[in-house]
T-cell receptor, first 112, second 111 residues
């Protein structure tokens, strides 16, 4: 089975802090994704990556950056956390070529 | 208009009922299609892929209609454990790694 591991299930940070969310997958997948999910808004794509050191903006990249130095790891960075970034963050990975995505357990991030 | 649209429900059905969800997509170049299930406060999990010829997995049947640009999910003999939100997912483009998720349809199966 595919295993996507997110570093924290719950995280509380303060406004203005730099926040790192880590995601690791163990299936040698080419594609990795970061989403946020808010009530009534569904899943929204923040950034994705098709390969090491490669990244593309999703639908809501503002206030976020990403890093993919190794194939198995995709990090999401909140440069200066704000209260409107309080959300559930979900990492996913997939093989290339239109294969389905597999999700981590999610990180519930609260910015106070 | 959203790229992927689902009836949000909620669908409230008794145990044993048959229930069907539809999902429409706007991009005719879409390549692959999936149904996911998401339980409350959990991550989405792949339920099944959707193939042009239709496919079945136990009590679940998925259909794709490319001409009308919709996919469907049929659940027969509903169980209490089927209560969840069902997400329609469409992959677009040549690389097709990037997916568009519907907002989900909520199903509650009652005793």
């Amino acid at each position: 089975d595919v295993k996507v591991t997110q570093s924290s299930r719950y995280l509380v940070k303060r406004t203005g802090e730099k926040v790192f969310l880590e995601c690791v997958q163990d299936m040698d997948h080419e594609n990795m994704f970061w989403y946020r999910q808010d009530p009534g808004l569904g899943l929204r794509l923040i950034y994705f990556s098709y390969d090491v050191k490669m990244k593309e903006k999703g639908d809501i990249p503002e206030g976020y950056s990403v890093s993919r130095e190794k194939k198995e790891r995709f990090s999401l960075i909140l440069e200066s956390a704000s209260t409107n970034q309080t959300s559930m963050y979900l990492c996913a990975s997939s093989e290339a070529g239109g294969q389905p995505q597999h999700f981590g357990d999610g990180t519930r991030l609260s910015i106070l | 208009r959203k790229e992927v649209e689902q009836d949000p429900g909620p669908f409230n059905v008794p145990e044993g009922a048959t229930v069907a969800f539809n999902c429409t997509y706007s991009n005719s170049a879409s390549q692959s299609f999936f149904w996911y299930r998401q339980d409350c406060r959990k991550e989405p999990k792949l339920l099944m892929s959707v193939y042009s010829s239709g496919n079945e997995d136990g009590r679940f049947t998925a259909q794709l209609n490319r001409a009308s640009q919709y996919i469907s999910l049929l659940i027969r003999d509903s169980k209490l454990s089927d209560s969840a939100t069902y997400l329609c997912v469409v992959n677009r483009g040549a690389n097709a790694g990037k997916s568009t998720f519907g907002d989900g349809t909520t199903l509650t199966v009652k005793p």
